[in-house]
């Protein structure tokens, strides 16, 4: 049986109230917009950022918190329990995350933006008991999940590694005031490599094993070389994170290396995915997730090139900037283009004049060619901004990216706008 076929089979049973994940993906929306807003008015200082307090930091959460995670968790609360066939024991926990991570970041942010640590440190208390949350939310949900092992395997993984993420992303705020930690920067990259190639990158990876074959309408990839590939990224993440506290350049180049080779096996089993999938035609979203595939590996040799100083004087920056908005932002904007729709269908009966059905009358929306081209615009220039470090070109690609931002915003309401009863 196809995963496709798996997933749909008795969905509808499963799914949530429509407000529980799209409350996730409209905050991610509009954190997507004010994340291009501050970018654009604190440009110059973003091109050569090396961390520390300030707009650039703030820029930095409001993506990876404000727009990846409140994806990741409006998502997984919807798809794992319909992939895993085992409903969550209740709603309420879920609105719980989302009145305490939405705050939380909001006051993050501003803390951050503002050098405020007393500001900060509050809100990464509440932050860290949101995220908190959704990993027990996440962890009773894997456990009772014995029918997917690969991406029970990748679930569990990134798990583990948002707990270390809130560790250190705690122990990074206190240290603002209180000095507690030996070295302030390795914590900080250890804290990146954390959050951006374990939590968030295995949940892309792990998710791509349902939703890609889904989408293709092809069967799951095979087991044992998805196991070699998994393991690979997670000896990756864990050698890059023991680099970077230990403070080691041999450890971070071996674990890169190792990472290109789990990039790899992975690029190459979605690759088989598409090649044996009935749906040939998959449309702009999956011209975002190939660009997203590109920027893996390109992330990974920008970050060896760096480690060696071979790759300009911003090197790290540019290292850091394709890991979330190159490979990151992309993979997560293509997916939630495409699961919106296809959830929104669960809950909007088809109209009764036989117009078309709610996916394939947005799968080609103007606002969503907007966006692609507006997003590819942008990540170009400020990948270029950042190599000849030019505030003037980060600004023009942060005005295009704003316009992006928008149209996406824009789409996404629109979806919304169906589900919402009519009065
Ligand atoms: C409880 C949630 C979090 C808190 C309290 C937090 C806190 C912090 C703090 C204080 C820093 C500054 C380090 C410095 O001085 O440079 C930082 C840096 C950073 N954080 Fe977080 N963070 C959180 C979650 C996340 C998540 C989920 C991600 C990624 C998915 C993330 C990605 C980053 C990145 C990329 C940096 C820049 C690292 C650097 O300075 O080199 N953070 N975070």
Redesign the pocket.
């Known amino acids: 049986m196809s995963v496709a076929a798996t997933f749909l089979g008795g969905a509808k049973s499963r799914l949530l109230p429509a407000s529980v994940p799209f409350r996730f993906f409209a905050s991610a929306a509009a954190f997507h917009v004010l994340m291009w807003l501050v970018l654009l008015v604190n440009a110059d200082q973003a091109t050569s950022?090396?961390?520390?307090?300030g707009s650039t930091?703030a820029v930095?959460?409001l993506?990876?918190?404000g727009v990846?995670?409140a994806t990741a968790i409006g998502a997984s609360v919807q798809l794992l329990p319909v992939a895993t066939r085992r409903t969550l024991r209740a709603v309420w926990p879920i609105k719980l995350i989302f009145w305490l991570a939405v705050p939380?970041?909001v006051a993050?942010i501003g803390g951050?933006y503002t050098g405020q640590t007393s500001v900060?440190i509050a809100?990464?208390?509440i932050?860290?008991v949101?995220?908190l949350l959704f990993c027990g939310l996440l962890a009773d949900n894997l456990r009772r999940a014995g029918s997917l092992p690969v991406v029970g395997a990748y679930g569990w993984a990134a798990l583990a590694a948002?707990i270390l993420?809130?560790a250190?992303?705690?122990a990074?705020?206190i240290?603002?005031e209180a000095g507690v930690l030996p070295d302030?920067?390795a914590?900080?990259?250890a804290?990146?490599i954390?959050?951006?190639f374990?939590?968030?990158g295995l949940l892309a990876l792990g998710f791509s094993h349902i939703l890609i074959p889904m989408f293709a309408l092809a069967p799951a990839p095979a087991k044992r070389p998805s196991f070699a590939s998994f393991a690979a990224a997670s000896v990756a993440i864990a050698l890059g994170t023991l680099g970077a506290l230990i403070g080691s350049r041999d450890v971070l180049a071996t674990a890169t290396l190792v990472g290109l080779a789990a990039a790899a096996t992975h690029l190459w089993l979605m690759y088989r995915v598409l090649k044996t999938g009935m749906r040939k035609r998959l449309g702009l979203s999956f011209v975002l997730v190939r660009a997203a595939w590109i920027m893996l590996p390109a992330t990974l040799l920008v970050g060896l090139a760096a480690l060696y100083g071979l790759a300009g004087e911003n090197g790290?920056t540019l290292f850091?900037f394709l890991?979330?908005f190159g490979w990151?932002l992309t993979f997560l904007l293509a997916i939630l283009q495409r699961i919106m729709p296809f959830l929104a269908s669960m809950f909007v009966a088809l109209p009764a004049s036989g117009g078309p059905a709610i996916v394939s009358e947005f799968a080609g929306a103007a606002s969503l060619k907007l966006h692609a081209a507006c997003h590819a615009v942008a990540l170009a220039t400020l990948a270029v901004a950042i190599l000849v470090d030019n505030a003037a070109v980060a600004r023009a690609g942060s005005a295009i990216g704003l316009v992006g931002a928008i149209a996406f915003a824009w789409f996404t309401a629109s979806i919304i706008r169906r589900i919402v009863p009519a009065k």
Do not use: K, P, Q, Y
């Open positions: 950022f090396r961390g520390g307090l930091l930095v959460h993506l990876t918190l990846l995670t939380g970041t993050l951050m900060l809100a990464a208390v932050t860290s949101s995220l948002l993420v809130i250190l992303g705690a990074l705020a240290n603002e302030h920067a914590a900080a990259l804290h990146l954390l959050g951006g374990g939590f968030m790290a850091g890991l979330l990151l």
